[in-house]
């Protein structure tokens, strides 16, 4: 029986409406990680507008086999060279071919075996993801590894323990319990938060130094008006000396 081009895209999927399939965060604490390496990140790349960031979403990535779901859904991703926009998930064939440059996994105890074994291999053999990393927000176990000659090699840390991405630029550390970002300067990159405080803290220092010079101008004034009295007192003027 032949099928008219009509038919055939009735039959096909539509693409465009591939929603993620992903399950919850095992807890608070892992959602509260994720959306602090997606926040922060968002905030400190605000004006690019060549990124996308992925939190808990599908990645379809073989169009013959969706009735199989032939796809994975890392905790975080990161693609770059990208529009910038929202995305119910991502579908490599609309996407020019892409794949994630970078991946980070939150382990958990339902998921650890599997992060460290089979999306390892998968983001290695299949998507050839360049960087991919995980970390427990509970036992704080972390680490890195970067694809080179098509095979996953570990990070080497710094004596601290940081890891440096060089897809996003920064290094990855453990601060406080939670996993952020640490400038090539060794400095932590700010939540929005933690930017507004800090801007709140600048504009407090400098309002007290201002407040400082007026008091300090005020008492000079004061000073020179009490000298001025008692030089008249004594039947000086003050303009002449």
Known sequence: MSIT?????ILLPDTTKLYSDEPEMESSLHYTQLMMLVATLEWWWRDREDFFIGANLTIYFNHQRLKTQDSRGPDFFLVKETE???RTSWVVWEEKGRYP????????????RVDRVLKKQLYQNRLHTPEYFWFSPD???????RLEQKEYVPIKPLENGWLWSQELGLYLAIVERKLRYITQDGLL??????????????VEVERQKAESERQRANEAET?????EQRLKELGMDPNSL
């Open 5 to 9: 081009l009509q038919q055939a895209k």
């Open 84 to 86: 910038k926009r929202p």
């Open 101 to 112: 440059n970078l991946i980070i996994e939150l382990l958990s105890d339902s998921t650890a």
């Open 139 to 145: 036992t704080l176990e972390f680490k890195g590894f």
């Open 189 to 202: 990159v700010p939540t929005l938060e933690e930017s507004v405080l800090q801007e709140q803290r600048k």
């Open 223 to 227: 000073r020179n008006r009490f000298l």
